[in-house]
């Protein structure tokens, strides 16, 4: 094996080695355990630790799957007879509505989060997240949103124009209440857990997996959820862009979705379903790693074709980007562009079928186990292959202009969603369960309920194809008798209910059994994978050194070795107590580290600003979520204060003769690779805003300037890109300063900075309005530059908020040469938004005159 | 290893189904301006324009990634600064993506032969 240089991380001792042979000493452990120590009481509400986030957020995901799927009877009680008035039509938009959205954005991305939350740590063998106070955070969002959501069906405000939310019907002309509103924003802001989830996922996967834990070696299912990540930062934006742009429409009456001022409803729904799409594969794709972890452990046979898998599963999610369009072949849509979609459509049935294939051939190779989570399982291969296959008939053009918006496309969705999640999440329940205090659910409850959600499942959506094909469209109140649809639609009906006795099931054996104990000992699946280790609050005793893809499996004594705290930091080697190890994301050889943050109310607090800005915002009491959004920037700031330590401590030592720093800033930091990440996200926000720029000239080239009509001279463009390359030049000259140590000079460079990007904002603002005269509301050319330049100047006013704190470290001197996370962080944004401003300026002044 | 590097592990790695991305983005766009604008029929020389850009995108495409795929088979492609095992991995992977990506580049470039541009 040869080792090649890589001067950031140190070489791995050979597999066997053990890291710390002898004994430890007896009051490591309780060190260990009393800076892991889960608060109690009201402080239960500060914890942090993935372990009991990841199971709090769990449970939150089944609440809203409940009281989502209650609303699913309560459509489906609706339905079961013709011409019923048991509900009337405006409760029931807002039931389906309220039903798919939570589904989606309150239940299945969240609850693949959460395990995502609870999980990856255990199967990296890391004793946290990299940004445990995030996850905390992101949990609390949630939590308050989904609430909300939830409860403004009360009064009965809650939203009504389908889970996608097509305009015009949901703009201020068609829906002038707030129903709309607490979509946009209700769920917008939930979209704040999702990437912050996403950021966690990719860092953590990279960087925190345990030694010799290489690309080839990560289990499955953390390449699941770096695809997950990966698809979350390419998709998600494009939704955040458009809550943004309907909000603004609704409340500013921005033209973007109004065909007579030059907008299109179609710009909407390119944007949703590029978000949309992915979304069903964001869905599925961790949901099939917890598969891929599961079937080897029941099989008792490691998984066939693990690069194959890789290979699918990344290849899913790339090209689960070219389907969105998809969804639209009944907009009119040129007929080759639609060929494009249906074709990418079948393509990405082959990846799908590797996985298929792998997992077969795994329980083929092996010797299957009749337990609960075997049946889920093979539940869930029965209905996820079907719904697999009426995608592929929807995917043909002249099918779906047949069966679009009828219930054939309810049962094809419901078939892959329900089939392809929800049935490895019931596994997965069945198989983690002993994880929370060494009990496994009822076997005998366990048949039956897997006995009535695979009989209900199928009874209650196996009709609806013929519903579908008999004509009946979706997201009707009632319809007449007499067209065959009654006895199919009661079949349906009695169909759901035995679904959710099943589920009612399993959720009585759970209430039964449940209970946190913190320490985990059982290995009921005689499983290989890390999370079986005997672990505590603390995550893994000792980190344990692999060198195979099913190390309890394959390295023999290593369950005891890790619980001697033989392998890596067997105890806390900092002051701070919490700490795990940071690895390179190649081959994760043990490059430094990382101290990890305890209980703390903050994200509790931040998350209950953040939700009380964005709801007030829905209810137009502007002044109080204004000092709402006040509050949570002072709470970021409280919260990253005792950040960002510096270089303080010396190197420790972690067993096997390594020392490594604590803590490191640049490059190589984690907090450098989650800003970078974040960037992504926003640089993919900012590329569907100018993408909606060009489509919206691309349909109504008629609004756009014409010659130097309603054009501010080209002199400002000059200036105003100088502005920026200045602003640019000044945080060059900010670093070189703190590189030196100069704080004189850093804070008078900050300073500059601000003032010079302050001149370039309003370079670049002010001739739209002040020389080319442009009012949003006036059409569809002047809203979309008003809002590339409102996007730029949040950025702006975000940077303002960074220097000033990065200004306020300097002056309590929490920043200099060796302590420069902060400053780091600070200058990765500047360039960015150097760069974005650039490029708002040059489309902005450019493009017309190019194409006019 | 800092992220900059890794950045370009990754891009390396995935090129096969980047450069299916850029191929579907361009005839995409082409396809939906030309139908914007009017040009869906437009022809030089008998050859209609549309289509014949696609099929030359698709080829173009196609060779690029083929060369991907030959790359990392004889043992190029991205080499990172792993152990072998890894750098292995990494280089079936790129070329598996790069089969990937020519399939589905195949598979999306067809209907330009087949189906009308606008209609």
């Known amino acids: ?110 609850m693949m989060e959460a395990f995502g939350v609870y999980l990856l740590p255990a199967i990296l063998g890391a004793r946290d997240l990299p940004f445990p106070r995030l996850s905390a955070y992101a949990y609390w969002t949630y939590l308050i949103g989904g609430l909300a959501f939830f409860a403004s069906l009360l009064f009965r405000l809650a939203p009504d124009g389908g889970w996608f939310m097509y305009p015009p019907l949901t703009s201020y002309v068609f829906s002038p209440d707030v129903n709309a509103d607490i979509w946009l924003l209700g769920i917008g802001f939930i979209e704040i857990a999702a990437i912050a989830g996403a950021i966690e996922m990719v860092v953590g996967v990279l960087r925190t997996r345990a030694p010799g834990m290489s690309l080839d070696k990560m289990p499955i299912y953390a390449w699941a959820l770096l695809v997950l990540a990966g698809m979350i930062i390419f998709a998600f934006p494009a939704i955040i862009v458009a809550t943004i742009l309907l909000e603004l429409e609704r409340a500013f009456h921005w033209p973007f979705f109004m065909a007579e001022k030059g907008g299109d409803p179609l710009l909407w729904q390119h944007l949703f379903w590029f978000f949309g799409h992915p979304e069903v594969y964001i869905i599925f794709l961790p949901a099939a790693g917890l598969v891929s972890l599961m079937v080897p452990a029941l099989a008792r046979h490691p998984l066939v074709g693990y690069r194959w898998i ?40 082959v990846p799908s079928g590797i996985q298929v294939f792998s997992w077969i051939a795994t329980f083929g190779r092996g010797r299957i ?142 209430l039964r059994r449940f209970g946190l104990r913190g ?166 926000g900012f590329a569907a805003l100018v993408w909606s720029y060009v489509f919206l000239w691309t349909v109504s080239p008629e609004v756009w300037p014409a010659g130097d009509a309603r054009m501010a001279p080209l002199w400002w463009l000059a200036a105003g890109a100088a502005l920026w390359v200045a602003a640019g030049g000044c945080f060059a000259w900010a670093r070189r300063a703190l590189r030196r140590n ?41 809203a979309i530059v008003f809002a590339l330049l409102s996007w730029q100047g949040f950025h702006v006013g975000v940077l303002t908020v960074m220097v000033l704190y990065t200004l306020a470290r300097s002056l309590s001197g929490r920043l200099h040469a060796q302590r420069r996370l902060t400053f780091d962080n600070t200058m990765l944004m500047w360039g960015y938004m150097v760069g974005q401003g650039l490029v708002v300026i040059g489309l902005i002044h450019l493009f017309p005159r190019a194409v006019g | 290893m800092g992220s900059r590097r890794f950045t370009g592990l990754l891009v390396g790695m995935f090129a096969g189904l980047l450069i299916w991305a850029a191929h579907f983005v361009l005839v995409y766009g082409l396809t939906g301006l030309a139908c914007a604008r009017g040009l869906g029929g437009a022809t030089l020389l008998g050859v209609a324009l549309v289509p014949a850009a696609i099929v030359a995108a ?41 089969g990937l990506g020519l399939m589905s580049i195949l598979w999306v470039g067809l209907p330009a032969l087949q189906v009308p541009v606008c209609a």
């Open chain 1, 369 to 510: 186990t009749w337990t609960v989570p075997s049946l889920f399982i093979l539940g869930f291969l029965f209905i996820f292959v079907l719904g697999g296959l009426t995608g592929v008939m929807v995917a043909v053009i002249p099918f779906d202009w047949q069966v679009h918006d009828t219930y054939f496309v309810v049962a094809h969705f419901h078939y892959v969603l329900i089939g392809g999640m929800v049935f490895p999440l019931f596994a997965a329940l069945y198989y983690w369960w002993p994880q929370l205090n060494g009990q496994t659910l009822s076997h005998r409850l366990g048949v039956w309920a897997f006995g009535l959600m695979f009989a209900g499942f199928n009874i209650a959506f196996f009709p609806m194809h013929l519903t579908g094909l008999l004509g009946m469209p979706r997201r009707v109140y009632t319809y007449p008798a007499g067209l065959g649809w009654e006895w199919l639609n009661m079949i349906s009906t009695l169909g759901a209910f035995i679904l959710a006795a099943g589920v009612a099931l399993v959720l009585f054996d759970m």
């Open chain 1, 1 to 110: 094996m040869t080792e090649r240089g890589d001067e950031s991380a140190v070489p791995l001792p050979p597999p066997g080695t053990l890291a710390n042979p002898g004994p430890r000493p007896p009051e490591e452990l309780q060190r260990l355990e009393r800076a892991w120590a889960c608060p109690t009481g009201w402080r239960f509400l500060t914890v942090v630790n993935n372990s009991y986030v990841g199971v709090i957020y769990i449970g939150t995901a089944m609440l809203f799957f409940v009281l989502a799927g209650i609303l699913g009877l309560l459509i489906r009680v609706q339905l079961a007879v013709p011409e019923n008035d048991l509900i009337g039509h405006a409760a029931f938009n807002q039931y389906f509505t309220v039903h798919g959205t939570a589904m989606m954005f309150l239940f299945a991305v969240p």
């Open chain 1, 519 to 684: 320490r985990v000992d059982a290995d009921p699946w005689d499983a290989g994978t890390l999370e079986w280790l005997p672990s505590d609050n603390y995550g893994t005793r000792s980190i344990p050194l692999v060198h195979t893809r099913d190390p309890l499996w394959e390295q023999p004594d290593l369950a005891r070795q890790v619980d001697a705290g033989h392998h890596f930091l067997p105890g806390p080697v900092t002051a701070a107590g919490r700490e795990t190890l940071i690895t390179s994301p190649l081959d994760a050889r043990p490059q430094y580290v990382m101290r990890l943050p305890g209980p703390t109310w903050v994200p509790l607090l931040a998350a209950v600003t953040t939700a009380a800005f964005f709801l007030l915002l829905a209810f137009k009491l502007v002044a109080i979520a204004i000092v709402a959004g006040v509050l949570t920037v002072v709470l970021y700031c409280v919260w990253m204060w005792g950040s960002d330590q510096g270089e303080d401590e010396p190197p420790v030592d972690i067993g096997a003769g390594i020392r490594l720093p604590v803590d490191r800033s640049g490059p190589q930091s984690h907090s450098w690779w989650g800003v970078v990440t974040l960037l992504l996200v926003d640089g993919t």
């Open chain 2, 58 to 98: 698709t080829l173009a495409a196609l060779l690029a990634t083929g060369a991907v795929w030959l790359a990392a088979w004889r043992g190029g492609g991205p080499a990172g600064e792993g152990r072998d095992e890894t750098v292995r991995f990494v280089r079936w992977l790129t070329a598996g993506f790069a």
């Open chain 1, 742 to 782: 100069a704080h004189g000079m850093l804070r008078l460079a900050l300073l500059a900075g601000l003032g010079v990007m302050g001149a370039a904002y309003a370079a670049t603002l002010y001739p739209q309005w002040g020389v080319a005269g442009l009012d949003p509301t006036e059409d569809a050319y002047a």
């Open chain 1, 310 to 349: 890789v290979l699918a599963i990344v290849g899913t999610g790339f090209i689960s980007f070219g389907l969105w369009v998809h969804h639209m072949f009944t907009t009119g849509i040129p007929t080759l562009s639609l060929a494009f979609f249906s074709a990418a459509s079948m393509a990405v049935s």
